[in-house]
């Protein structure tokens, strides 16, 4: 049986990519912050099934920071795979926190390939970079080879984590890929990225639990795919005979608005009368279109995605209409439970 350790297991990627090798006969050992609580997170499913926890999936406890305790846990889990998905990744954010945000995604990265190579057992390591890397990139779509131009904190810090890993994989001979994500969405998305918040809003707003929708930058363009396409990525990148660097994406590319458009047309609602944009929400800069070339990965490694933008969009937003109806069912009862 191989052993992976996932960093940032209970993000949306983490708990996919937990899904993934649980399926596929691994045992799995995740770092969990020490604040985090299991019990309605998008782990819960494992955490609460008493053949997987503590029998496959294995948690330990750890901060990103705590570079000794980290070191432990890589010394005691002794992986084959480590897929490093911890740091902070909203790129919004990284604006008034480009210190914290360097700090875990840059140096947070080469702390860790240090801990790779001191190790006697050298795991593999996966390094989820960003089209964020490409900025206002000057050909389009872009690949593997286009130069990095990022816009924002995030985007340079994920420009020298991606670069450090190639620098450790040639001088070291470490096996460590990096795979150039592109934006990847799902039900479990944190609810501050646009693709859940809209979702999430057309829904509330047509079971009358809200008002009205505010976002930034309708005219931003970005190409959106389905997040358990690129976890599998992320295990392909793997199973190579040989370490290098893969783009994910689905070679398409949509905007704001048209996300907008889809996930209100799900619920049968216009959008016009609910959205307002506020230039507040707009950031100081930003990639306006990116779009990626997956074709490496379609011929390297037989990637390619399996769900169209309408088909994600809707999948998403149906799930938050029914969760937010469940929600509201559960409420109604323990209301009526109490009288
Ligand atoms: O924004 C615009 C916003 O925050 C998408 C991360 O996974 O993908 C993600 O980064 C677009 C941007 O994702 C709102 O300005 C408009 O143009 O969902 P997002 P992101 O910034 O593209 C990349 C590949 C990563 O690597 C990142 O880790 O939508 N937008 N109005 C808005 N965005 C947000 N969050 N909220 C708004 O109200």
Redesign the pocket.
């Known amino acids: 049986m191989k052993r992976a350790l996932i960093t940032g297991i209970t993000g949306q990627d983490g708990s996919y990519l937990a899904d993934y090798l649980l399926k596929n006969d691994y045992e799995v050992h995740g770092v969990v912050r020490r604040t985090s609580s299991l019990e309605r997170s998008r782990l819960a499913h494992l955490f609460k099934n008493p053949d997987i926890y503590n029998k496959r999936l294995f948690l330990h406890y750890a901060d990103l920071e705590d570079i000794t305790a980290l070191r432990r846990i890589f010394l005691s889990v002794q992986a084959d795979e480590l897929y490093h998905l911890a740091g902070q ?4 954010l990284s604006f008034p926190m480009a210190e914290m945000t360097c700090d875990l995604t840059a140096i947070g990265t080469l702390r860790l390939l240090e801990i790779m190579r001191d190790m006697p057992g050298k795991p593999r390591l996966f390094h989820p970079s ?3 890397l490409f900025g206002q990139p000057k050909s389009s779509p872009q690949n593997e080879d286009t130069p990095y131009l990022p816009t924002s904190p ?1 985007g340079c810090a994920k420009a020298f984590a991606t670069q450090i890993v190639k620098v450790y994989r040639d001088c070291y001979g470490l096996f460590a890929c990096n795979g150039i ?3 990847h969405e799902s039900p479990r998305r944190g609810e ?4 859940r ?1 809209i979702c999430r809003a057309a829904a509330a707003i047509k079971l009358g639990l809200q008002a009205k929708l505010v ?4 005219d ?1 363009e ?1 190409d959106w795919g389905y997040a358990p396409d690129y976890v599998r990525g992320m295990w392909l990148s793997l199973q190579q005979q040989k370490a290098d660097d893969y783009l994910f994406a689905t070679g398409e590319t949509h905007s ?1 608005r048209e996300l907008v458009e889809l996930a209100f047309k799900a619920v049968d609602l216009e959008w016009e009368s609910h959205v307002e944009v506020d230039t507040a ?1 707009f ?1 100081p800069s ?1 990639p306006l279109r990116l779009v990626g070339d997956a074709s490496k990965a379609k011929r390297e490694l037989g990637w390619t995605p399996s769900c169209s933008f309408q088909e994600l969009i809707n999948l998403i937003t149906r799930a938050e209409f029914d969760e937010l109806q469940q929600l509201g069912s559960e409420g109604d009862n323990s209301r009526r439970n109490r009288t």
Do not use: D, I, P, Q
């Not at 990744?89 to 919004?92: E, Q």
């Not at 501050?192 to 693709?195: K, L, Q, R």
């Not at 976002?215 to 309708?218: I, W």
């Open positions: 990744s909203h790129v919004g960003s089209s964020e995030y994500m592109y934006n501050n990225f646009v693709s918040k976002l930034g930058n309708l931003a970005r704001v929400l950031r930003e």
